[in-house]
């Protein structure tokens, strides 16, 4: 039987949530997972991408990403405990989307709009996992944790923001064409 992400993070290493500060960790750990899958993930996108602008966002979060996972390890550091990564079942599940889309025949600009939503979800995913490790963060007392996520999560609100724009300017419009 499959345990719940939640619960073999819980059992597997040991912490508990009976203090804020376990939750964090937890959040962190899960983010870990996140930004390392989508590492591997975007360098497809960015390849199945017809539009040059969305193949240029996919590039650029793609740098941005991997600074996104050198912050989580500093973050680690500064609570005093080493990087972890716990396998995040759901950004595997939004990755796995992706690929179908990526996988998929069809018109390059419809193509391109289904690639954007795909992400969109990504980017919401972690722009919620952010925003509430850094509350947490906030909330224990560690403004300076709390001020390296909000760095992040500011990026990946602007990634979002970039894809909309992508979306809403050129890519929907010729897709509808299609
Ligand atoms: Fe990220």
């Known amino acids: ?9 819980i059992t597997g290493q040991s912490l508990t949530l009976d203090n804020l500060e376990n939750v964090l960790k937890l959040q962190l750990r899960d983010l ?15 390849a199945a991408a017809h539009s ?6 996919f590039e650029t979060h793609l740098r941005e990403t991997r600074q996104h996972k050198t912050r989580l390890e500093q973050a680690f550091r500064m609570l005093g405990c080493e990087p972890k990564s716990e396998s995040c079942d759901a950004m595997e599940g939004l990755v796995e ?12 600009e419809v193509k391109d709009a289904a690639l954007i939503a795909a992400a969109q979800r990504v980017e919401h995913y972690e722009i919620a996992g952010y925003g509430c490790a850094r509350t ?4 224990v007392g560690r403004n300076d944790v709390a001020n390296l ?9 602007n990634a979002d923001k970039i894809l909309t724009d992508i979306a ?4 929907n419009a010729q897709a509808a064409r299609a």
């Not at 039987?1 to 993070?9: A, D, E, G, L």
């Open 168 to 171: 809403e300017t050129w890519v």
């Open 149 to 157: 996520l909000q760095e992040t999560l500011d990026e990946e609100g």
């Open 136 to 139: 947490f963060a906030r909330r």
């Open 52 to 57: 040059r602008d969305l193949k240029s966002a």
């Open 32 to 46: 870990y997972s996140a930004e390392d899958q989508l590492i591997s993930a975007l360098p497809k996108m960015a």
């Open 97 to 108: 989307e992706g690929q179908e889309i990526i996988d998929m025949d069809g018109d390059p």
């Open 1 to 9: 039987m499959k345990m719940s992400s939640w619960f073999s993070k």
